[in-house]
Nanobody, 126 residues
Framework: QVQLVESGGGSVQAGGSLRLSCAAS????????MAWFRQAPGKEREGVAG???????SYADSVLGRFTISKDNAKNTLYLQMSSLKPEDTAKYYC????????????????????WGQGTQVTVSS
């Protein structure tokens, strides 16, 4: 079965950095678009960053310039490098996979993402 296993979440001070990882099994994400989402308490789940099978990346305006999404196809692992973290970045972060589609992955509707990780908590304190 397809599984997405996340790691790297934790607590960090404002201005700090974290690197999230999402290891896929049961398939290789070279055939999929991959993305990171996040959801804070009381807020709607939002897309953070996306990457397609060709390596084209896209980002939410709120994280542009601070976060970097990447993948290692050989390791079947997705990454989110987060820098200059702010308290408003505090949320539970999820990785997800969708059938490969051309264009900006960040703009794909959430229903297209068939596979989701369990989520990992990121807490940024001031």
């Amino acid at each position: 079965q397809v599984q997405l296993v996340e790691s790297g979440g934790g607590s960090v001070q404002a201005g700090g950095s974290l690197r999230l990882s999402c290891a896929a099994s049961g398939y290789t994400h070279s055939s999929y678009c991959m993305a990171w989402f996040r959801q804070a308490p009381g807020k709607e789940r939002e897309g953070v960053a996306g990457i397609d099978s060709g390596g084209i990346t896209s980002y939410a305006d709120s994280v542009l310039g601070r976060f970097t999404i990447s993948k290692d196809n050989a390791k079947n692992t997705l990454y989110l490098q987060m820098s200059s973290l702010k308290p408003e970045d505090t949320a539970k972060y999820y990785c997800a996979a969708a059938p490969n589609t051309r264009g900006l992955v960040i703009r794909l509707p959430q229903y297209l993402f068939n596979y989701w990780g369990q989520g990992t908590q990121v807490t940024v304190s001031s």
